[in-house]
């Protein structure tokens, strides 16, 4: 399924180029949360908060910017 582009971070995106690019960054998310689950021994939901929060700290460290 092909769509007009979208203009997102001044890029242009099809829509097959953004469910390309959501399947790979949750994928991504997954492994990430999955590794930590064992390294952790926490849940899967704790974990996940955790591994958002942690990218929110790295995000606000990177920009000086709070979200």
Known sequence: MT???T???RQHWS???M???LAKKTL???VKVSHEVDF???TWRNT???VALSCII???QTRDLWP
């Open 15 to 17: 829509l097959d180029g």
């Open 28 to 30: 991504d998310v997954w």
């Open 7 to 9: 203009e997102h971070n």
């Open 58 to 60: 790295k995000a606000k």
């Open 19 to 21: 469910y390309e690019g």
């Open 48 to 50: 996940a908060y955790a």
């Open 40 to 42: 952790r021994n926490l």
């Open 3 to 5: 769509a007009p582009a």
